[in-house]
């Protein structure tokens, strides 16, 4: 995932967001680097700061990628050898990659077909008695069924620890993702909504017993340096990389207005080609503030590889975000899953294609992308122009 420099239409502009702030990031990077402190110090406590303040939460603890965010929120819970957390089969690998890390077992459940999101209905189905902790996944940008999902960890005590990779400033309610649950992991990979020039996590708590637990657990569990009380992690993040988010945190409002709006845009373009039958719109439910981390569309399963590999002949770029469900990966056949347990999030594998998506994107790129797919289909047979 880069820039995809040759591309016409690229499926993001990481070099573009780069070139934008290019002043003000060489003056922090400068002022980090003639300061001294390259690792965590004052440039990371006050981007935690920052970040809390912009997510509501009492506490932010930077670390070194979203995936050891996950990671340090499961084992400062307590989460470990022996217990089942339960993640949505339809994401990306980390969220229960992180589960297995910290010894636990990830028990997979479905997808609600519109957003994405865990299926509260499917979780309730999945715990068992073992069940510490559900993920739900914020993925594309919507969040999940906040309400329900609260509900049932209410209800079998169990935490919530909120996967917001995808959906950086995205909203449940008035509720800013990653202040809804008893932690909020942050990736800040360079393709998300608030990127990095490297890797770079956080997460999000308003628990202080449990903020002060993994800001030890990332310097190998060490409150006072060289005293360890217990065995951690070295999950420190770079000052340098907390001194560009800091320059890009401000942005991030604007960036995601501009989101959203190319996403009308997009909804617009495909309706006024007819395609909407073909290119299915994402579907935004009331009550969720959408960024659009990927814009998403559903294409019928027997021609979506085709059209992505057509599109990407044409220099428009395109992604499968996730070609697999997690139940179907390889390393996960020892958990006796089988085809057709999930059936929505194995649909969704088999249709979903991502649209070039990005804060700058101008109608005229995402008109080319639209009048590509057009071409494509009017190259179909009449009947095969039906959504999946
Ligand atoms: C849903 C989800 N969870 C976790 C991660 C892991 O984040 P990172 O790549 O920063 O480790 C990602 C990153 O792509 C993600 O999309």
Redesign the pocket.
């Known amino acids: 995932m880069s820039g995809e420099a040759g591309t016409d239409v690229p499926l993001c502009d990481i070099a573009g967001e780069n070139r934008a702030l290019a002043g003000p990031i060489l003056a922090a990077l400068q002022r980090v680097l003639t300061g001294g402190q390259v690792i965590l110090g004052p440039e990371v406590a006050a981007f935690e700061q920052e970040v809390a303040a912009f997510c509501g939460v009492r506490h932010a603890v930077a670390c070194s990628?979203?995936?050891?965010a996950?990671v340090l929120a499961l084992h400062a819970l307590g989460i470990g050898p022996g217990d089942e957390v339960i993640v949505p089969t339809f994401?990306?690998f980390?969220?229960a990659g992180a589960v297995c890390r910290v010894g636990a077992t990830p028990v997979f459940a479905d997808i609600e077909p519109h957003t994405y999101g865990l299926d509260p209905a499917d979780v309730v189905r999945r715990l068992s008695p073992r069940s510490r902790a559900i993920i739900p996944?914020h993925?594309f940008g919507q969040a999940c069924d906040m309400t329900a999902i609260r509900a049932i960890a209410e209800e079998h005590t169990l935490y919530i620890i909120e996967?917001v990779?995808?959906a950086f400033g995205s909203r449940y309610q008035e509720r800013t993702c990653g202040s809804l649950g008893h932690a909020g992991t942050l990736?800040f990979?360079p393709t998300k909504n608030l990127g990095a020039a490297g890797?770079a996590?956080m997460v999000l708590t308003d628990q202080d017993g449990l903020a002060r637990r993994m800001r030890a657990l990332r310097v190998h569990g060490s409150e006072v340096r060289y005293y360890h009380r217990e065995v951690g992690y070295n999950m420190r993040l770079d000052a340098l990389q907390a001194a560009i988010l800091r320059v890009k945190l401000p942005q991030v409002p604007r960036w995601l207005e501009q989101r959203r709006q190319a996403a009308d845009r997009y909804r617009r373009l495909i309706t006024a080609a007819g395609l909407e039958q073909f290119l299915c719109p994402p579907v935004v439910l009331p009550q969720r503030y959408h960024t659009f981390n990927q814009y998403v569309v559903r294409v019928p399963a027997s021609y979506r590889d085709a059209l992505a590999q057509f599109l990407k002949s044409q220099q428009i770029g395109v992604e499968i975000y996730y070609p697999l469900c997690l139940h179907q990966q390889e390393c996960f056949r020892r958990l006796g899953y089988r085809q057709g347990d999930f059936p929505q999030a194995e649909q969704a594998a088999a249709t979903v294609l991502a649209l070039p998506m990005f804060p700058g994107i101008t109608e005229q790129q995402q008109q080319r992308v639209i009048d590509a797919c057009a071409a494509f289909v009017a190259r179909l047979p009449q009947p095969a122009r039906r959504a999946a």
Do not use: N
């Open positions: 990628s979203g995936t050891d996950l994401t990306f980390a969220t996944v993925l996967d990779a995808q990736s990979y890797d996590g």
